[in-house]
């Protein structure tokens, strides 16, 4: 069964850390781009990364998050990748979505150039 699936969210006080996971069943993400996607609660979902192909593993974030959040590819599983994020702030509460894409590897914002996604994972940051 080909599917995305996120694990790692939770509730986690103000300036904590977190690490959310992506795993793919049924294919791999070497050849493609993935992209991370949040969506707070009464808000349209928002791109906040993501990391090019295998090959380049170029990364690219949305500028609330740059500094904070890092997204990697497991060095020897080829269908995992994580979103590492570190002093979270209230603000960044919302449910936690990877993507797929492998139209050409490259990273892309829009939510039109990933077709596979995962339910998502909630994350709650909270004091």
């Known amino acids: 069964q080909v599917q995305l699936e996120e694990s790692g969210g939770g509730l986690v006080q103000p300036g904590g850390s977190l690490r959310l996971s992506c795993v793919a069943s049924?294919?791999?993400?070497?050849?493609?781009?993935v992209g991370w996607f949040r969506q707070a609660p009464g808000k349209e979902r928002e791109w906040i990364g993501c990391i090019s192909d295998y090959t380049v593993r170029r990364t690219l974030y949305k500028e609330t998050v740059e500094g904070r959040f890092t997204i990697s590819r497991d060095s020897g599983k080829k269908n995992l990748a994580y979103l590492q994020m570190s002093s979270l702030k209230l603000e960044d509460t919302g449910s936690y979505y990877c993507?797929?894409?492998?139209?050409?590897?490259?990273?892309?914002?829009?939510?039109?150039?990933?077709?596979?996604w995962g339910p998502g994972t909630q994350v709650t940051v909270a004091s």
């Open positions: 049924g294919f791999t993400l070497d050849y493609g781009a």
């Open positions: 993507a797929f894409s492998n139209l050409g590897g490259q990273c892309s914002r829009g939510e039109y150039y990933y077709g596979r």
